[in-house]
């Protein structure tokens, strides 16, 4: 099969045009698109279509996006699939699988109720192993976090939305911006203009902490917060642990808080020796100490005797899942004030906003500082040009014994194309151009 599949039908026909789909409800809005959730008229299969607000006017506008740039040779059963590209009458139309949530939301359900560490691992493996088949084809993520791993329960996990991801082999220097703050690599906080993969791996240490706590690991109200919050956990950083670093904090006239580490042992009291040592690996100061996805899967960790990935079973229930059932409600639409974006594959939150769990052993704050009003947190960040979102509901968030408002991410879809078949569909003057 071809790596672009093509066009099949005659000039003009319907059978390729996006009323093929039934509109159910919209599931977000933002500057540059909505989603919304669509069924098949034919086969009844639920599906995510993301409609783009702008006009295209030739198949070569839809193929410089940088999703469709980057992800056009990617397929893999931890990557959330595109199913076909309809551009109808200059506009454009994403077809993707229908996800039932986010890795978020599904740890907000949980409340207090811990995942056990076999739950974990196998949510782990998984999204290192989507992880794995990204940077081997040359990619990198760029904002990997729990909003951004769809999932049907613990048993299947898929990353999405790769409207930030770059090649490896691209020439720097990137924007500065990239990720949501609390899942944000070191050299990004610190402003190096050429980071790569191992900004991915950083997050996914990220993730696994607060898998194990349910509660972000870092969870900063700014950059300069975030990197005290680091410092906090892991100790002051000297120039023998990381001299480019270390340097790039100089040239800023950045001076690193001197912190007793509280370690994360203290404050992932519930994780394995072997998820304490992998933590630790992936969250390393310096880039290039960390595992890549690759070596983090032959960590000790995953050597249990455990069955890991998600099992075909369950990939076979998801797909007879979304050919045969109604979605669950949603709630109300928004923007995302940290990211912006939409998540192309999910439904809305289910629960409503609550105090979640008790407060992390305490880490003292650095002195002078001054937490945000309400309206600088709602402005921190910046809109992703490819993604929608929801709003987050306010919720009160404990952690290191500060009291935290952690805005809920509710986010209704998440963006990731993959082409692998792919259709791609012009029905106006219908191009049969073959790609």
Known sequence: MPAWTPLSGRRGSPLWTVTRYSTLRQLGDGTYGSVLLGKSRDTGELVAIKRMKRKF???????????????KKLSHANVVKL?????????LFFVFEYMEENLYQLMREREDKMFSEREIRNILFQVLSGLA???KHGYFHRDMKPENLLC????LVKIADFGLAREIRSQPPYTDYVSTRWYRAPEVLLKSSSYSSPIDIWAVGCITAELYTLRPLFPGNSEVDEIFKICQVLGTLKKSDWP??????????????????TGLRSLVPNASEQAIALMKDMLQWDPEKRPSAAQALRHPYFHVGQTLGAPLKNSEQHEAQTKRSEPKPLS???TDPESGGPSEARTGSRTSGRSLHRPLQEIPLPQNRMEPNAQQRATAGRQDPLSLGKLRQPLSWHHVGISQVRLLKARTFSGLLESFPVQ????????????
């Open 152 to 155: 049907m329960g613990p048993e």
């Open 83 to 91: 199913k076909e590209v309809i551009r109808e009458n200059d506009r």
């Open 133 to 135: 088949f990204v940077h």
């Open 424 to 435: 791609y569909v012009h029905t106006k003057a219908c191009d049969e151009k073959t790609f």
């Open 57 to 71: 006017y030739s198949w070569d506008e839809c193929l410089n996006l940088r999703e469709v740039k980057s992800l």
């Open 332 to 334: 109300p639409c928004g």
């Open 244 to 261: 480019e670093g270390y340097n790039l904090g100089a040239s800023m006239n950045f001076r690193f808080p001197k912190c007793i580490p």
